[in-house]
T-cell receptor, first 115, second 110 residues
Framework: GAGVSQSPSNKVTEKGKDVELRCDPI?????LYWYRQSLGQGLEFLIY????????KSGLPSDRFSAERTGGSVSTLTIQRTQQEDSAVYLC?????????????FGPGTRLTVL | SQQGEEDPQALSIQEGENATMNCSYK?????LQWYRQNSGRGLVHLIL?????REKHSGRLRVTLDTSKKSSSLLITASRAADTASYFC??????????FGQGTTLQVKP
Protein backbone atom coordinates (compact mmCIF):
# COMPACT_ATOMS: atom_id res chain seq x y z
CA GLY A 1 0.00 0.00 0.00
CA ALA A 2 0.94 3.65 -0.13
CA GLY A 3 3.47 4.92 2.35
CA VAL A 4 3.68 8.26 4.12
CA SER A 5 3.71 11.14 1.68
CA GLN A 6 4.82 14.70 2.23
CA SER A 7 4.49 17.86 0.20
CA PRO A 8 6.16 19.85 -1.06
CA SER A 9 9.41 17.93 -1.37
CA ASN A 10 11.34 21.18 -1.44
CA LYS A 11 10.37 24.66 -0.29
CA VAL A 12 12.41 27.82 -0.61
CA THR A 13 11.08 30.86 1.18
CA GLU A 14 12.18 34.28 2.28
CA LYS A 15 12.84 35.12 5.89
CA GLY A 16 9.67 36.36 7.57
CA LYS A 17 7.24 34.46 5.36
CA ASP A 18 4.90 31.73 6.62
CA VAL A 19 5.10 28.17 5.29
CA GLU A 20 2.84 25.13 5.47
CA LEU A 21 4.13 21.59 5.18
CA ARG A 22 1.75 18.71 4.59
CA CYS A 23 1.84 15.08 5.64
CA ASP A 24 -0.42 12.24 4.52
CA PRO A 25 0.02 9.28 6.86
CA ILE A 26 -0.54 5.63 6.07
CA UNK A 27 -4.24 4.87 6.03
CA UNK A 28 -5.40 3.43 9.36
CA UNK A 29 -2.47 4.76 11.36
CA UNK A 30 -3.71 6.66 14.38
CA UNK A 31 -0.38 8.16 15.43
CA LEU A 32 1.42 10.86 13.46
CA TYR A 33 4.77 12.45 14.27
CA TRP A 34 6.77 15.41 13.03
CA TYR A 35 10.56 15.52 13.30
CA ARG A 36 13.14 17.98 12.09
CA GLN A 37 16.63 17.21 10.83
CA SER A 38 19.19 19.97 10.64
CA LEU A 39 22.97 20.04 10.45
CA GLY A 40 23.43 21.61 13.83
CA GLN A 41 20.77 19.75 15.82
CA GLY A 42 20.49 16.35 14.18
CA LEU A 43 17.09 14.63 14.27
CA GLU A 44 14.67 16.27 16.71
CA PHE A 45 11.15 15.36 17.74
CA LEU A 46 8.66 18.20 17.25
CA ILE A 47 5.11 17.01 17.91
CA TYR A 48 2.90 13.93 17.77
CA UNK A 49 -0.80 13.27 17.43
CA UNK A 50 -2.63 10.19 18.67
CA UNK A 51 -6.24 9.78 17.68
CA UNK A 52 -8.43 12.41 19.31
CA UNK A 53 -6.09 12.99 22.24
CA UNK A 54 -4.38 16.32 22.81
CA UNK A 55 -1.11 16.40 20.84
CA UNK A 56 2.27 16.26 22.56
CA LYS A 57 3.82 19.58 21.54
CA SER A 58 6.82 19.31 23.81
CA GLY A 59 9.34 19.40 20.97
CA LEU A 60 8.16 22.52 19.18
CA PRO A 61 11.08 24.99 19.32
CA SER A 62 9.02 28.19 19.51
CA ASP A 63 5.50 29.55 19.31
CA ARG A 64 6.08 30.23 15.63
CA PHE A 65 5.59 26.51 15.07
CA SER A 66 2.18 24.90 15.13
CA ALA A 67 0.58 21.79 13.72
CA GLU A 68 -2.87 20.40 13.26
CA ARG A 69 -4.32 17.14 12.18
CA THR A 70 -7.70 17.28 10.55
CA GLY A 71 -10.10 14.38 10.67
CA GLY A 72 -7.48 12.17 12.24
CA SER A 73 -5.61 11.89 8.97
CA VAL A 74 -3.71 14.64 7.12
CA SER A 75 -1.48 16.90 9.15
CA THR A 76 -0.13 20.37 8.43
CA LEU A 77 2.92 21.85 10.11
CA THR A 78 2.93 25.64 9.96
CA ILE A 79 5.94 27.84 10.58
CA GLN A 80 5.18 31.52 10.93
CA ARG A 81 7.66 34.33 10.30
CA THR A 82 10.34 31.89 9.17
CA GLN A 83 13.92 32.41 10.25
CA GLN A 84 17.12 31.12 8.65
CA GLU A 85 17.61 28.68 11.53
CA ASP A 86 14.34 27.00 10.50
CA SER A 87 16.10 25.64 7.42
CA ALA A 88 16.03 21.87 7.76
CA VAL A 89 14.42 18.70 6.46
CA TYR A 90 11.03 18.19 8.08
CA LEU A 91 10.11 14.53 8.40
CA CYS A 92 6.70 13.08 9.10
CA UNK A 93 6.08 9.57 10.36
CA UNK A 94 3.03 7.51 11.21
CA UNK A 95 2.41 4.36 13.20
CA UNK A 96 -0.54 2.17 14.01
CA UNK A 97 -0.68 3.48 17.58
CA UNK A 98 1.49 5.74 19.73
CA UNK A 99 2.93 2.92 21.84
CA UNK A 100 6.69 2.69 21.82
CA UNK A 101 6.74 -0.76 20.25
CA UNK A 102 5.00 0.29 17.04
CA UNK A 103 7.22 0.85 14.03
CA UNK A 104 7.15 4.38 12.70
CA UNK A 105 7.11 4.73 8.93
CA PHE A 106 8.73 7.87 7.64
CA GLY A 107 7.89 10.00 4.65
CA PRO A 108 10.56 11.36 2.27
CA GLY A 109 10.62 14.73 4.04
CA THR A 110 10.29 18.35 3.01
CA ARG A 111 13.54 20.27 2.60
CA LEU A 112 12.91 23.84 3.77
CA THR A 113 15.37 26.57 2.87
CA VAL A 114 14.87 30.01 4.37
CA LEU A 115 16.83 32.71 2.55
CA SER B 1 17.76 17.38 22.30
CA GLN B 2 19.71 14.27 21.48
CA GLN B 3 19.43 11.19 23.62
CA GLY B 4 23.02 10.21 23.25
CA GLU B 5 25.87 9.64 20.95
CA GLU B 6 26.86 7.24 18.24
CA ASP B 7 30.31 6.21 17.28
CA PRO B 8 32.05 6.24 15.03
CA GLN B 9 30.65 9.33 13.32
CA ALA B 10 31.95 7.97 10.03
CA LEU B 11 33.04 4.52 8.94
CA SER B 12 34.57 3.42 5.64
CA ILE B 13 35.02 -0.27 4.84
CA GLN B 14 35.44 -2.62 1.88
CA GLU B 15 32.59 -4.67 0.53
CA GLY B 16 32.39 -7.98 2.34
CA GLU B 17 33.73 -6.65 5.62
CA ASN B 18 31.62 -6.27 8.75
CA ALA B 19 30.53 -2.86 10.04
CA THR B 20 29.90 -2.15 13.71
CA MET B 21 28.23 0.99 14.99
CA ASN B 22 27.66 1.89 18.63
CA CYS B 23 25.02 3.98 20.31
CA SER B 24 24.82 5.30 23.85
CA TYR B 25 21.80 6.84 25.53
CA LYS B 26 21.09 8.65 28.77
CA UNK B 27 17.68 7.78 30.20
CA UNK B 28 15.71 4.61 30.82
CA UNK B 29 13.99 3.22 27.75
CA UNK B 30 11.28 0.79 26.64
CA UNK B 31 13.02 -0.09 23.42
CA LEU B 32 15.73 0.97 21.03
CA GLN B 33 15.46 1.04 17.28
CA TRP B 34 17.88 1.40 14.40
CA TYR B 35 17.06 3.32 11.23
CA ARG B 36 18.87 3.79 7.93
CA GLN B 37 18.79 6.99 5.92
CA ASN B 38 19.85 7.35 2.32
CA SER B 39 20.70 10.72 0.81
CA GLY B 40 19.44 12.71 3.79
CA ARG B 41 15.77 11.97 3.21
CA GLY B 42 13.34 9.39 4.57
CA LEU B 43 14.28 7.00 7.33
CA VAL B 44 13.86 3.25 6.94
CA HIS B 45 13.21 1.15 10.02
CA LEU B 46 15.70 -1.70 10.39
CA ILE B 47 15.17 -3.40 13.72
CA LEU B 48 13.69 -2.88 17.18
CA UNK B 49 15.06 -4.36 20.38
CA UNK B 50 13.10 -4.22 23.62
CA UNK B 51 14.64 -3.26 26.94
CA UNK B 52 14.34 -6.83 28.23
CA UNK B 53 16.18 -8.27 25.21
CA ARG B 54 19.93 -8.51 24.88
CA GLU B 55 20.41 -9.51 21.27
CA LYS B 56 18.35 -9.63 18.11
CA HIS B 57 19.03 -10.70 14.54
CA SER B 58 17.46 -9.78 11.25
CA GLY B 59 19.13 -11.07 8.11
CA ARG B 60 22.65 -9.59 8.05
CA LEU B 61 21.89 -7.34 11.00
CA ARG B 62 22.71 -8.10 14.60
CA VAL B 63 21.75 -5.72 17.37
CA THR B 64 22.80 -5.91 21.00
CA LEU B 65 21.51 -3.95 23.95
CA ASP B 66 23.19 -3.47 27.32
CA THR B 67 20.82 -1.54 29.56
CA SER B 68 23.33 -1.48 32.43
CA LYS B 69 25.73 0.47 30.22
CA LYS B 70 22.94 2.26 28.34
CA SER B 71 24.45 1.25 25.05
CA SER B 72 23.60 -0.66 21.89
CA SER B 73 25.51 -1.86 18.87
CA LEU B 74 24.51 -2.59 15.30
CA LEU B 75 26.56 -5.10 13.33
CA ILE B 76 26.14 -5.43 9.58
CA THR B 77 27.83 -8.56 8.32
CA ALA B 78 29.19 -9.12 4.81
CA SER B 79 28.55 -5.51 3.86
CA ARG B 80 27.52 -4.47 0.37
CA ALA B 81 27.89 -1.21 -1.51
CA ALA B 82 24.12 -0.78 -1.15
CA ASP B 83 24.57 -0.59 2.63
CA THR B 84 26.18 2.84 2.18
CA ALA B 85 23.96 5.17 4.19
CA SER B 86 23.62 6.92 7.52
CA TYR B 87 22.49 4.81 10.46
CA PHE B 88 20.68 6.18 13.48
CA CYS B 89 19.69 4.67 16.77
CA UNK B 90 16.52 5.94 18.40
CA UNK B 91 15.09 5.31 21.84
CA UNK B 92 11.59 5.60 23.19
CA UNK B 93 10.10 5.32 26.63
CA UNK B 94 6.38 5.18 27.32
CA UNK B 95 5.22 6.72 24.06
CA UNK B 96 6.37 6.41 20.49
CA UNK B 97 8.26 9.70 20.61
CA UNK B 98 11.71 8.85 19.26
CA UNK B 99 14.91 10.39 20.54
CA PHE B 100 17.67 9.97 17.98
CA GLY B 101 21.42 9.66 18.21
CA GLN B 102 23.73 11.71 16.03
CA GLY B 103 24.15 8.95 13.48
CA THR B 104 26.99 7.06 11.83
CA THR B 105 27.78 7.57 8.16
CA LEU B 106 28.81 4.28 6.60
CA GLN B 107 30.58 4.04 3.28
CA VAL B 108 31.05 0.60 1.75
CA LYS B 109 33.54 0.60 -1.09
CA PRO B 110 32.99 -1.89 -3.91
Amino acid sequence: GAGVSQSPSNKVTEKGKDVELRCDPISGHTALYWYRQSLGQGLEFLIYFQGNSAPDKSGLPSDRFSAERTGGSVSTLTIQRTQQEDSAVYLCASSFTVTSSDTQYFGPGTRLTVL
Amino acid sequence: SQQGEEDPQALSIQEGENATMNCSYKTSINNLQWYRQNSGRGLVHLILIRSNEREKHSGRLRVTLDTSKKSSSLLITASRAADTASYFCATSSNTGKLIFGQGTTLQVKP
